[in-house]
C-alpha cells in the first residue's frame, strides 16, 4: 500500500541545520523508495530552491525569521500547516512541536497526524522562564492535536506515557552505515589520525560544551580539540571568547558535509558526548557508526543508547582526568556501539519502523470508518493530565 506523506516542522532539505532536518532527509529518501509519495517542506530561504530531491517532493513556503527573527519560524509553520489542507495527504508527520502545535486548531482533518515530540525543550537553561512555560503548554498542545505520537528515546516514551497518559511509540533517529571516512581529508585541516579530539553540537548550555572544553583546558595534553557547531549565537560567541587564548581549541564552525564529518569522527582520539536535553541525538549514532571511541556525560538518555559502552563523564574534573591519563579506546567498546547501530539504528531499520507505524495507524483509521474515509479522531484532544 503507497502512502501520501506529508514532512512539516523543518526548515527543509537537505539538512542545512540540524536533528530534524538530518531525519527528514534519510526518512523521506528512503520512504521514497519504499514506493511511497513524499513531500517535505522547505523554507523559501532553504538553499536547495529545487523542487525535487532524491524522488522527494519539495514545497517551500514563505519564513519571515530572516526578518523578524524567532516569531517567524510560528508564521512559517502555519503557511505549512495551511498549505497542507489542500494536498490530500493520508499520513502528516509534525517533526517538533515548539512553533506548530499552537496552529493545532489548523491542521487538516483528513490526514493521520503523527507527531515526533523531541525532546524535554523546556528544560533548556538557554530559555527563560516565561518561555519554558510556553514550550511546556506546547507540549501539551501537540499531545492534544495529534492523533499519534512519537517518541525518540525510551526516556521521553515514559515521560510523555506516564504524563499524559498516551501511548506513544518509540522510534529513534537513525545512523548513517554507508558514508565512508578518508584519512586523506585531515590534511585540510591540519590535523593527524588519532591525534586530536572532536566534539560536534549545537552551541547551547544543555550541551556542556563548556564543561568539556574546561577539563580539556586543564589537561596536559599536546592534541588539539576540535569542536563543530555553529557560533555565531550569543553562546557561542561566549564559549568562543572563554577559550580564545588556547591555541589548541579550533573552532570549525557548522559542517553539514557528512564526508567530511563521518572522516573527522572516524579518525580523532576520543569523540566527546555532552547533550542532556532531548532523546537520541543523531550526531551521537553517527559516532557510533563511525566506530570513534566515546566519551559521553553519564546522562539516562546517553546510557541507554550506549549502555557501559564509552568513557562517562559528570564533570570537568572527569574529562581533564581521562584525557591525562590517556583513556582514549576501547576496542570492544568500538566494535559493541557499531553493532548496535547496525541492528538497532541504520536508517533502513529506521525507516522501516516508520514505515510500519504509518501502515498501521492508516490501516487502524480505516478499520475504523469502514464504510467512508471520514477522520477517525481517536487520540486528538483527549488525554488526561
Same mark, same amino acid.
Given at each position: 500500500?503507497?502512502?501520501? +506523506? @506529508? !514532512?512539516? %516542522?523543518?526548515?527543509?532539505?537537505?539538512? &542545512?541545520?540540524?536533528?530534524?532536518?538530518?531525519?527528514? /532527509? #534519510?526518512?523521506?529518501?528512503?520512504?521514497?523508495?519504499?514506493?511511497?509519495?513524499?513531500?517535505?517542506?522547505?523554507?523559501?530561504?532553504?538553499?536547495?530552491?529545487?523542487?525535487?530531491?532524491?524522488?522527494?517532493?519539495?514545497?517551500?513556503?514563505?519564513?519571515?525569521?530572516?526578518? +523578524? @527573527? !524567532?516569531? %517567524?519560524?510560528?508564521?512559517?509553520?502555519? &503557511?505549512?500547516?495551511?498549505?497542507?489542507?489542500?494536498? /490530500? #495527504?493520508?499520513?502528516?508527520?509534525?517533526?517538533?512541536?515548539?512553533?506548530?502545535?499552537?496552529?493545532?486548531?489548523?491542521?487538516?482533518?483528513?490526514?493521520?497526524?503523527?507527531?515526533?515530540?523531541?525532546?524535554?525543550?523546556?528544560?533548556?537553561?538557554?530559555?527563560?522562564?516565561?518561555?519554558?512555560?510556553?514550550?511546556?503548554?506546547?507540549?501539551?498542545?501537540?499531545?492534544?492535536?495529534?492523533?499519534?505520537?512519537?517518541?525518540?528515546?525510551?526516556?521521553?516514551?515514559?515521560?510523555?506515557?506516564?504524563?499524559?497518559?498516551?501511548?506513544?511509540?518509540?522510534?529513534?533517529?537513525?545512523?548513517?552505515?554507508?558514508?565512508?571516512?578518508?584519512?586523506?581529508?585531515?590534511?585540510?585541516?591540519?590535523?593527524?589520525?588519532?591525534?586530536?579530539?572532536?566534539?560536534?553540537?549545537?552551541?547551547?548550555?544543555?550541551?556542556?560544551?563548556?564543561?568539556?572544553?574546561?577539563?580539556?583546558?586543564?589537561?596536559?595534553?599536546?592534541?588539539?580539540?576540535?569542536?563543530?557547531?555553529?557560533?555565531?549565537?550569543?553562546?557561542?560567541?561566549?564559549?568562543?571568547?572563554?577559550?580564545?587564548?588556547?591555541?589548541?581549541?579550533?573552532?570549525?564552525?557548522?559542517?553539514?558535509?557528512?564526508?567530511?564529518?563521518?572522516?573527522?569522527?572516524?579518525?580523532?582520539?576520543?569523540?566527546?558526548?555532552?547533550?542532556?536535553?532531548?532523546?537520541?541525538?543523531?550526531?551521537?549514532?553517527?559516532?557510533?557508526?563511525?566506530?570513534?571511541?566515546?566519551?559521553?556525560?553519564?546522562?539516562?538518555?546517553?546510557?541507554?543508547?550506549?549502555?557501559?559502552?564509552?568513557?562517562?563523564?559528570?564533570?570537568?574534573?572527569?574529562?581533564?582526568?581521562?584525557?591525562?591519563?590517556?583513556?582514549?579506546?576501547?576496542?570492544?567498546?568500538?566494535?559493541?556501539?557499531?553493532?548496535?547501530?547496525?541492528?538497532?539504528?541504520?536508517?533502513?531499520?529506521?525507516?522501516?519502523?516508520?514505515?510500519?507505524?504509518?501502515?498501521?495507524?492508516?490501516?487502524?483509521?480505516?478499520?475504523?470508518?469502514?464504510?467512508?474515509?471520514?477522520?477517525?479522531?481517536?487520540?486528538?484532544?483527549?488525554?488526561?493530565?
Amino acid at each position: 500500500m503507497a502512502l501520501k +506523506i @506529508g !514532512i512539516l %516542522g523543518t526548515r527543509g532539505i537537505p539538512n &542545512n541545520y540540524g536533528g530534524f532536518e538530518h531525519i527528514a /532527509g #534519510y526518512l523521506a529518501k528512503g520512504l521514497v523508495e519504499k514506493g511511497h509519495e513524499v513531500t517535505v517542506y522547505n523554507s523559501h530561504k532553504h538553499p536547495y530552491q529545487h523542487k525535487l530531491w532524491n524522488g522527494v517532493k519539495i514545497i517551500h513556503c514563505y519564513d519571515p525569521e530572516y526578518i +523578524i @527573527g !524567532i516569531a %517567524g519560524q510560528f508564521i512559517y509553520d502555519l &503557511n505549512c500547516i495551511i498549505d497542507s489542507r489542500k494536498r /490530500g #495527504y493520508d499520513i502528516i508527520l509534525m517533526l517538533g512541536y515548539t512553533s506548530s502545535s499552537v496552529w493545532g486548531m489548523f491542521y487538516p482533518k483528513d490526514p493521520i497526524i503523527i507527531t515526533n515530540m523531541d525532546g524535554l525543550e523546556w528544560k533548556r537553561t538557554k530559555f527563560s522562564r516565561p518561555v519554558r512555560s510556553f514550550l511546556k503548554y506546547a507540549e501539551k498542545l501537540a499531545v492534544k492535536f495529534s492523533d499519534h505520537h512519537v517518541a525518540d528515546s525510551p526516556v521521553i516514551k515514559d515521560y510523555l506515557d506516564d504524563k499524559y497518559r498516551i501511548n506513544s511509540k518509540y522510534i529513534a533517529y537513525g545512523a548513517d552505515l554507508e558514508t565512508v571516512a578518508d584519512e586523506s581529508l585531515l590534511q585540510e585541516y591540519g590535523l593527524e589520525k588519532h591525534n586530536y579530539f572532536l566534539l560536534m553540537a549545537r552551541m547551547e548550555p544543555e550541551n556542556n560544551i563548556e564543561m568539556i572544553l574546561d577539563g580539556f583546558s586543564k589537561s596536559n595534553s599536546a592534541r588539539r580539540f576540535i569542536v563543530i557547531g555553529n557560533t555565531s549565537n550569543k553562546y557561542g560567541a561566549f564559549i568562543r571568547d572563554k577559550f580564545r587564548h588556547d591555541e589548541r581549541i579550533v573552532f570549525l564552525g557548522a559542517i553539514f558535509d557528512e564526508f567530511k564529518v563521518r572522516s573527522l569522527t572516524a579518525y580523532c582520539s576520543l569523540y566527546f558526548h555532552g547533550h542532556t536535553v532531548g532523546g537520541t541525538n543523531p550526531s551521537l549514532l553517527d559516532a557510533m557508526a563511525a566506530k570513534a571511541p566515546l566519551a559521553a556525560h553519564a546522562n539516562p538518555f546517553n546510557r541507554s543508547v550506549l549502555e557501559e559502552n564509552a568513557l562517562f563523564f559528570s564533570g570537568d574534573e572527569d574529562i581533564c582526568k581521562l584525557i591525562n591519563e590517556n583513556r582514549f579506546a576501547d576496542t570492544h567498546f568500538i566494535q559493541n556501539n557499531y553493532n548496535k547501530v547496525a541492528g538497532d539504528f541504520a536508517w533502513d531499520v529506521i525507516t522501516n519502523q516508520y514505515e510500519q507505524y504509518f501502515l498501521e495507524c492508516y490501516q487502524n483509521q480505516q478499520s475504523y470508518y469502514p464504510l467512508n474515509n471520514e477522520k477517525a479522531i481517536l487520540y486528538r484532544g483527549q488525554y488526561s493530565e
